[in-house]
C-alpha cells in the first residue's frame, strides 16, 4: 500500500523559512515522481513543485510560477523522503501542503503539476503571518 506522510508545517512569520518533509513507503521509491501541491481555503488545488522522476537516471524538476526561486525540493532516496524547503514566505503561501506520487510513466512535470497524481498524503498546514 503506497503511504506518504508529511510533516513539517507550522506557522511562521513572512520572510521566514520552513522546511517540509514526506516519507513515503509502500512502493519502490525510485520508479515513481513526486510533487507536492497545496490548497488553500476557498482555493484550488495549486501543483507547487515536482520531480518527475526520482530515480537519478533522469527527470526533471519543476516548480510553479508563484514559488520558483523562494522553495526547493530535494530527496534523499536512501530514507525514501522527499523535501520542500520554503523560504521567504508570504502569507500567500498559507495552505495545507500535500505530498503526492505516481508511477512513472515518462510525463513531464508540467503535466503533474496541472492534473495531479494518483497517491496522495494527508497534508500538513502552513501558516504565514503578516
Known amino acids: 500500500e503506497v503511504q506518504l506522510v508529511e510533516s513539517g508545517g507550522g506557522l511562521v512569520q513572512a520572510g521566514g523559512s520552513l522546511r517540509l518533509s514526506c516519507a513515503a513507503s509502500?512502493?519502490?521509491?525510485?520508479?515513481?515522481?513526486i510533487g507536492w501541491f497545496r490548497q488553500a481555503p476557498g482555493k484550488e488545488r495549486e501543483g507547487v513543485s515536482c520531480?518527475?522522476?526520482?530515480?537519478?537516471?533522469?527527470?526533471?524538476?519543476d516548480y510553479a510560477d508563484s514559488v520558483k526561486g523562494r522553495f526547493t525540493m530535494s530527496s534523499d532516496n536512501a530514507k525514501n523522503t522527499v523535501y520542500l524547503q520554503l523560504n521567504s514566505l508570504k502569507p500567500e503561501d498559507t495552505a495545507v501542503y500535500y505530498c503526492?506520487?505516481?508511477?512513472?510513466?515518462?510525463?513531464?512535470?508540467?503535466?503533474?503539476?496541472?492534473?495531479?497524481?494518483?497517491?496522495w498524503g494527508k497534508g500538513t498546514l502552513v501558516t504565514v503571518s503578516s
Open positions: 520531480i518527475s522522476s526520482i530515480s537519478s537516471s533522469g527527470g526533471n524538476t
Open positions: 503526492a506520487a505516481q508511477d512513472f510513466i515518462g510525463l513531464s512535470c508540467s503535466y503533474y503539476l496541472s492534473n495531479g497524481m494518483d497517491y
Open positions: 509502500g512502493f519502490t521509491f525510485d520508479d515513481y515522481a
